[in-house]
T-cell receptor, first 109, second 111 residues
Framework: RKEVEQDPGPFNVPEGATVAFNCTYS??????FFWYRQDCRKEPKLLMS???SGNEDGRFTAQLNRASQYISLLIRDSKLSDSATYLC??????????FGDGTTLTVKP | DAGITQSPRHKVTETGTPVTLRCHQT?????MYWYRQDPGHGLRLIHY???????DKGEVSDGYSVSRSKTEDFLLTLESATSSQTSVYFC??????????FGPGTRLTVL
């Protein structure tokens, strides 16, 4: 079993839809959590950190559920430009980072 | 923009040849990382550095070595490239809140 697991998708949604991704992790000592966005043939770019209290940045909302050991990313009012692969990253307090394999989102007109 | 550059951006080489990839950063970050990214495996850590001359292995370090003689440069060397090392290689730095920022990547093909 992988330490960090994501549904690979693809998720194909129409413009304006709301879409949610989950990412589960196995190490209960994990301390910090992030979502990254990666466009085709580009480097991953930090989308947002995930805080215990949850956080929101415009159309994007990230949540952490420590009891069930998962993080989520919600995208509201999807845009064509949101099409990308979304990676979750889980860090332990020793500084080790583990990446999920990514979830692919395609937003269609 | 975390001021990270990688060189070369693309390279094609033959099996058995040595290859060195360079990562350069301009913002004096202490931690630097080398990852490879392959379909079905996501990003996997090869080696990382926590200061000048301080390096450690990641989960897929076999066949790779690194050096960091200056804060700004972190070099990844494939001593004798193999076809299984065909991949996209990303360098990253870490900021205070454990956020990592990546360079643009190097596409390496080993024939």
């Amino acid at each position: 079993r992988k330490e960090v697991e994501q549904d690979p998708g693809p998720f194909n949604v129409p413009e304006g839809a709301t879409v949610a991704f989950n990412c589960t992790y196995s190490n209960s000592a994990s301390q910090s959590f992030f979502w990254y966005r990666q466009d085709c043939r580009k480097e991953p770019k930090l989308l947002m950190s995930v805080y215990s209290s949850g956080n929101e940045d415009g159309r994007f909302t990230a949540q952490l559920n420590r009891a069930s050991q998962y993080i989520s990313l919600l995208i509201r009012d999807s845009k064509l430009s949101d099409s990308a692969t979304y990676l979750c990253v889980v860090n332990t307090n020793a500084g080790k980072s583990t990446f999920g394999d990514g979830t692919t989102l395609t937003v269609k007109p | 923009d975390a001021g990270i550059t990688q060189s070369p951006r693309h390279k094609v080489t033959e099996t058995g040849t040595p290859v060195t990839l360079r990562c350069h950063q301009t913002e004096n970050h202490r931690y630097m990382y080398w990852y490879r990214q392959d379909p079905g495996h996501g990003l996997r850590l090869i080696h990382y550095s926590y200061g000048v001359k301080d390096t450690d292995k990641g989960e897929v370090s076999d066949g790779y070595s690194v050096s960091r003689s200056k804060t700004e440069d972190f070099l990844l060397t494939l001593e004798s490239a193999t076809s299984s090392q065909t991949s996209v290689y990303f360098c990253a730095i870490k900021e205070r809140d454990n956020e990592q920022f990546f360079g643009p990547g190097t596409r390496l093909t080993v024939l």
